[in-house]
């Protein structure tokens, strides 16, 4: 059975930093691209961030673009966000995204439960 579980979120002050991770199971992790995204209060699910099946190409929401980095590591089945320079505004809970292809194109096709994150002014 597949499993993408978040962690890392916390209660955090602006300017801080943080690390999201997503452990992925019970599917073959480094053939698929995988991605970020966010749903803040009364809002949408957004896209933040997306990285290929290799890690070597990634794509930023311009909203984060220069302040996060998206990573994985192949070996060990994970994710990563690095999360530099946080604003209030990066408050949501950020949900790990598994595309169905190699590249980040189209709707991904299975979805974490989120882990939350709160950036206090």
């Known amino acids: 059975q597949e499993q993408l579980v978040e962690s890392g979120g916390g209660l955090v002050q602006a300017g801080d930093s943080l690390r999201l991770s997503c452990a992925a199971s019970?599917?073959?992790?480094?053939?698929?691209?995988m991605g970020w995204f966010r749903q803040a209060p009364g809002k949408e699910r957004e896209f933040v961030a997306a990285?290929?099946?290799?890690?070597?190409?990634?794509y930023y929401a311009d909203s984060v673009k220069g302040r996060f980095t998206i990573s994985r590591d192949n070996a060990k089945n994970t994710l990563y966000l690095q999360m530099n320079s946080l604003k209030p505004e990066d408050t949501a809970v950020y949900y790990c995204?598994?595309?169905?292809?190699?590249?980040?194109?189209?709707?991904?096709?299975?979805w974490g439960k989120g882990t939350l994150v709160t950036v206090s002014s």
């Open positions: 990285i290929s099946y290799t890690g070597r190409s990634t």
């Open positions: 019970g599917r073959t992790f480094s053939i698929y691209a």
């Open positions: 995204a598994r595309y169905e292809r190699t590249k980040y194109s189209g709707s991904p096709g299975y």
